[in-house]
T-cell receptor
Framework: NAGVMQNPRHLVRRRGQEARLRCSPM?????VYWYRQLPEEGLKFMVY????????ESGMPKERFSAEFPKEGPSILRIQQVVRGDSAAYFC??????????????FGDGTRLSIL | DQQVKQNSPSLSVQEGRISILNCDYT??????FLWYKKYPAEGPTFLIS?????DKNEDGRFTVFLNKSAKHLSLHIVPSQPGDSAVYFC?????????????FGQGTRLTINP
């Protein structure tokens, strides 16, 4: 998993605060995906981004959650006014530029978000 | 709506024997299937994949079988080794309007006993 870098690895926030999770894709990858994993569950798709564009945000809650992938810098998943139910592991994945390529998505080691 | 299901939360296998992990899906639009392995506190690591037009793909000790009519795939690991102990996720790819996303099963915790 060394290629996709996520930080921080652990993040603790109090209810009502904001959480910012960062993801730098593998070198040469321009597609970024965010997934959320609740305890004892599989990963659930949240959002798919290319540079400066949100392609599919169908899995992301409509309120409090937003994502961006600017021209320069990492992708950011932002959660405003966090609640206890936001506690989860958030994983970022990246893939090469061709959507129809059979190259697999490669994952980072995740950010574990805990809400007090 | 669980489109990808792994019905066995856990599996215990003797070292050297075959491990068989199963996965069922409901959406015929999935075009590609992948298996990921996950250790605690790490991200999923890609293991092996199969296109929906194939029925078998092999890579070393790992073989994935796809039965499209039954909407079922399985991962065979032989011989099983202690380092194979991990959680295994089945994932299916959905392509829609130029976007792709993976739909994951709940995972199966595989334990290899010495």
């Amino acid at each position: 998993n060394a290629g996709v870098m996520q930080n921080p690895r652990h993040l603790v926030r109090r209810r009502g605060q904001e959480a910012r999770l960062r993801c730098s894709p593998m070198k040469g990858h321009s597609h970024v995906y965010w997934y959320r994993q609740l305890p004892e569950e599989g990963l659930k798709f949240m959002v798919y981004l290319q540079k400066e564009n949100i392609i599919d945000e169908s899995g992301m809650p409509k309120e409090r959650f937003s994502a961006e992938f600017p021209k320069e810098g990492p992708s950011i998943l932002r959660i405003q006014q966090v609640v206890r139910g936001d506690s989860a592991a958030y994983f970022c994945a990246s893939s090469p530029s061709r959507v129809y390529s059979n190259q697999p998505q490669h994952f980072g080691d995740g950010t574990r978000l805990s809400i007090l | 709506d669980q489109q990808v299901k792994q019905n066995s939360p856990s599996l215990s296998v003797q070292e050297g024997r075959i491990s068989i992990l199963n996965c069922d899906y409901t959406n015929s639009m999935f075009d590609y299937f992948l298996w990921y392995k996950k250790y605690p506190a790490e991200g999923p690591t890609f293991l092996i994949s199969i296109s929906s037009i194939k029925d078998k793909n092999e890579d070393g000790r790992f073989t994935v079988f796809l039965n499209k009519s039954a909407k079922h795939l399985s991962l065979h690991i032989v011989p099983s080794q202690p380092g194979d102990s991990a959680v295994y996720f089945c994932a299916a790819r959905l392509l829609l309007q130029g976007a792709q996303k993976l739909v994951f099963g709940q995972g199966t915790r595989l334990t290899i006993n010495p």
